[in-house]
T-cell receptor, first 114, second 114 residues
Framework: KNQVEQSPQSLIILEGKNCTLQCNYTVSPFSNLRWYKQDTGRGPVSLTIMTFSENTKSNGRYTATLDADTKQSSLHITASQLSDSASYICVVSDRGSTLGRLYFGRGTQLTVWP | EADIYQTPRYLVIGTGKKITLECSQTMGHDKMYWYQQDPGMELHLIHYSYGVNSTEKGDLSSESTVSRIRTEHFPLTLESARPSHTSQYLC?????????????FGSGTRLTVV
């Protein structure tokens, strides 16, 4: 069964600190992996997208890594800001259909305190 | 800036009413999707479309219906709303899988049926 598991479920950090969110997946055949940021009551906004051959990709203070062999990804947030408080969702796409089927994790709820 | 628009953002409606959630995108994407998301849970695909006059049901059974008469427009209709329909509904569209357009979400409609 294709699944995407994220950890931790929730995380509280102080402003200015770094943190790393984890994503493990069993989706096969793999096409790409995306990290989204979703503010409360809003739609998800794309942070990064990585294909099989990419190991790391950065977007400002966000750096995503991908290990396609172990089927693990991480999202590292540097020098956190209050505006980073949101749910971070890992999404994996397969190559098994024209639809490019997406599999969603439940997200990690990040809270940044001043 | 948003290239995919959902209206209304919030809707509170009585049981038995007919409602239509609007979704429009200006990116010329052929593929469009509707997702349902409950708090703290992953997104579930309820409808998708490959293009004009193409609609399919997703993984999660839904009493809603959709139509795709124009490329840019993908409305979702509930003929008779019930409290069990209370949820957040997210519309999305997609271009090339690995391109910058990728997969874009709207801001969502938070529906409450009383």
């Amino acid at each position: 069964k294709n699944q995407v598991e994220q950890s931790p479920q929730s995380l509280i950090i102080l402003e200015g600190k770094n943190c790393t969110l984890q994503c493990n997946y069993t989706v096969s055949p793999f096409s790409n992996l995306r990290w989204y940021k979703q503010d409360t009551g809003r739609g998800p906004v794309s942070l990064t997208i990585m294909t099989f051959s990419e190991n790391t990709k950065s977007n400002g203070r966000y750096t995503a890594t991908l290990d396609a062999d172990t089927k693990q990804s991480s999202l590292h947030i540097t020098a956190s800001q209050l505006s980073d408080s949101a749910s971070y969702i890992c999404v994996v796409s397969d190559r098994g259909s024209t639809l490019g089927r997406l599999y969603f994790g439940r997200g990690t709820q990040l809270t940044v305190w001043p | 800036e948003a290239d995919i628009y959902q209206t209304p953002r919030y809707l509170v409606i009585g049981t038995g009413k007919k409602i239509t959630l609007e979704c429009s995108q200006t990116m010329g994407h052929d593929k469009m999707y509707w997702y349902q998301q409950d708090p703290g849970m992953e997104l579930h695909l309820i409808h998708y479309s490959y293009g004009v006059n193409s609609t399919e049901k997703g993984d999660l059974s839904s009493e809603s219906t959709v139509s795709r008469i124009r490329t840019e427009h993908f409305p979702l209709t509930l003929e008779s709303a019930r409290p069990s329909h209370t949820s957040q509904y997210l519309c999305a569209s997609s271009g090339p899988p690995s391109g910058p357009e990728g997969y874009t979400f709207g801001s969502g409609t938070r529906l409450t049926v009383v």
